[in-house]
């Protein structure tokens, strides 16, 4: 059973700066896809930025277009822990955050974000800006 952990939410000023954080319980971090969801009040759940397995820290990495160049998707597999930093964040930014693994992605483009590619999720931390 794999558990995912996110820390690192808050309140912040619109243009300020957040770094989430999600600490997995999987031994074969290496191998999964990782990936961040939000989903504000009223609203469904969206996609925010994955980063595909490729053995190393690095991988493919994809995001939404709302978050390109303000949002950047790391991991650090010796820590098992997948990190969202969000730069110049706005008021539209307000959700709670998910993490999200799923050992395979499947292959078609835009597969990284929908809900049902993704296995395991974790609890969610809470962003607000104003």
């Known amino acids: 059973h794999v558990q995912l952990v996110e820390s690192g939410g808050g309140s912040v000023q619109a243009g300020g700066s957040l770094r989430l954080s999600c600490a997995s319980s999987?031994?074969?971090?290496?191998?999964?896809?990782l990936g961040w969801f939000r989903q504000a009040p009223g609203k469904e759940r969206e996609a925010v930025a994955s980063?595909?397995?490729?053995?190393?820290?690095?991988?493919?990495?994809y995001y939404a277009d709302s978050v390109k160049g303000r949002f950047t998707i790391s991991k650090d597999i010796p820590e098992s822990t997948v990190y969202l930093r969000m730069d110049n964040l706005k008021p539209e930014d307000t959700a709670m955050y998910y993490c999200?693994?799923?050992?395979?992605?499947?292959?078609?483009?835009?597969?990284?974000?929908?809900?049902?590619?993704?296995?395991?999720w974790g609890q969610g931390t809470q962003v607000t800006v104003s």
């Open positions: 999200a693994a799923v050992v395979t992605l499947s292959w078609w483009p835009g597969a990284w974000s929908r809900e049902s590619e993704y296995e395991y």
């Open positions: 999987v031994y074969t971090f290496s191998r999964y896809c």
């Open positions: 980063i595909d397995s490729d053995g190393t820290d690095n991988g493919p990495v």
